[in-house]
């Protein structure tokens, strides 16, 4: 009897495990479902109005965009060798910049006795062809006509015509001076004007190169605008300055009132969302796309089998119920006349 109990307990389990195999508790249980909804609610909630980026770049600092000029000397003072450090320069200034035309656009004036523009703002706006321009420029040797090369820089080359952009952009415009020596002309007059013109004024002194003069070219604060090398083979060592006063910080690394992606838009950003969601009409917060749900209709004759087989099932189990029962007291009547014998 204890043997047909054993294989009753086992048909039992078994029967039980098909049940609960063909019965899983699913993704969609209720009691599930909830749960998920509570960690959702919990952990994918609003994010905060105002942002930072903590997103990591090589600098968080780069070029604001200009329209930038370099005027440089090119006269019998300024050895061969030294005109190739000068150019090297112009070329390690190139790679610091956001070169593009609607970023960084540059201009080169080269002069001595005379002026020659080597080429304008709108000719290159990318590194590899501007740096190949700058390599190709070769001195003019004579003299030294610095006001006059300002002046030239100034009603040709910051021209919309030869590429400078308009004033209602208000896109900074800056001329880089490079100069050893003391200028063969007057130069307070025209820079004061250039400045006047909204021109922006560095001075770079080489060796030999006349401070007054450097101070009467360059914007204020002096100290902020004048720089001074003793040589041509230092004077790479500027790249880094300029690169720092050049350098504007990204507006979306500083902080800005996305709610979700804030993007870098020159000197400005704007903001976008992140899938799923559309930018509200005050372009800074976000809200989910509406999704258009159809209503599914299920196959009644789908649905009549699985009730079906639920009550075949339980049917099942009241059976083998009941023979577990009838067993269970048979046993014991049986464990009785035992004992009583």
């Known amino acids: 009897m204890k043997s047909l109990l054993c294989r009753l307990?086992?048909?039992?389990?078994?029967?039980?495990?098909?049940?609960l195999a063909t019965y899983p508790l699913s993704a969609g249980d209720p009691h599930l479902i909830s749960a998920q909804s509570y960690a959702q609610t919990r952990n994918n909630g609003r994010p905060p109005h105002r942002t930072l980026n903590?997103?990591?770049?090589?600098?968080?600092?780069?070029?604001?965009?200009?329209?930038l000029v370099f005027i440089i000397d090119s006269s019998r003072s300024v050895r061969p060798g030294e005109f190739e450090k000068v150019k090297i320069f112009l070329a390690d200034m190139v790679d610091t910049l956001d070169v593009g035309s609607d970023a960084t656009r540059v201009a080169v004036v080269n002069y001595a006795s005379t002026v020659k523009i080597e080429f304008l703002l709108k000719d290159h706006f990318n590194r590899p062809d501007m740096k190949k321009a700058i390599s190709r420029i070769e001195p003019l040797a004579a003299g030294t006509m610095t006001g006059l090369a300002i002046?030239?820089?100034?009603?040709?080359?910051?021209?919309?015509?030869?590429?400078?952009?308009?004033?209602?952009?208000?896109?900074?415009?800056?001329?880089?001076?490079?100069?050893?020596?003391?200028?063969?002309?007057?130069?307070?007059?025209?820079?004061?004007?250039?400045?006047?013109?909204?021109i922006e004024i560095y001075a770079v002194g080489v060796d030999r190169?006349?401070?007054?003069?450097?101070?009467?070219?360059?914007?204020?604060?002096?100290?902020?605008?004048?720089?001074?090398?003793?040589?041509?083979?230092?004077?790479?060592?500027?790249?880094?300055?300029?690169?720092e006063t050049l350098c504007g910080l990204d507006p979306c690394a500083v902080g800005h009132d996305c709610e979700h992606i804030c993007v870098n838009s020159?000197?400005?950003?704007?903001?976008?969302?992140?899938?799923?969601?559309?930018?509200?009409?005050?372009?800074?917060?976000?809200?989910?796309?509406?999704?258009k749900v159809e209503k599914v209709v299920e196959d009644p004759c789908k649905c009549e089998a699985r009730l079906a087989f639920q009550k075949q099932t339980q049917a099942a189990i009241q059976q083998l119920t009941a023979k577990i029962a009838d067993v269970s007291g048979r046993i014991e009547h049986l464990e009785n006349m035992v004992g009583r014998a």
């Open 54 to 67: 903590p997103a990591k770049t090589e600098s968080q600092c780069r070029s604001r965009p200009l329209d």
């Open 266 to 291: 020159n000197a400005s950003y704007y903001c976008k969302c992140r899938n799923g969601y559309i930018l509200n009409a005050d372009k800074k917060t976000c809200s989910l796309k509406e999704v």
């Open 151 to 198: 002046k030239t820089a100034v009603n040709e080359a910051f021209t919309e015509q030869s590429g400078a952009r308009p004033r209602p952009k208000k896109i900074s415009k800056v001329a880089i001076i490079v100069t050893d020596g003391r200028p063969q002309d007057q130069v307070e007059e025209v820079s004061a004007a250039a400045r006047a013109s909204g």
């Open 209 to 243: 190169a006349d401070m007054r003069s450097l101070q009467l070219m360059a914007s204020i604060p002096l100290e902020d605008h004048v720089f001074y090398v003793e040589t041509y083979g230092v004077i790479e060592k500027l790249t880094s300055k300029f690169q």
């Open 9 to 19: 307990l086992y048909s039992a389990s078994l029967l039980l495990s098909d049940v």
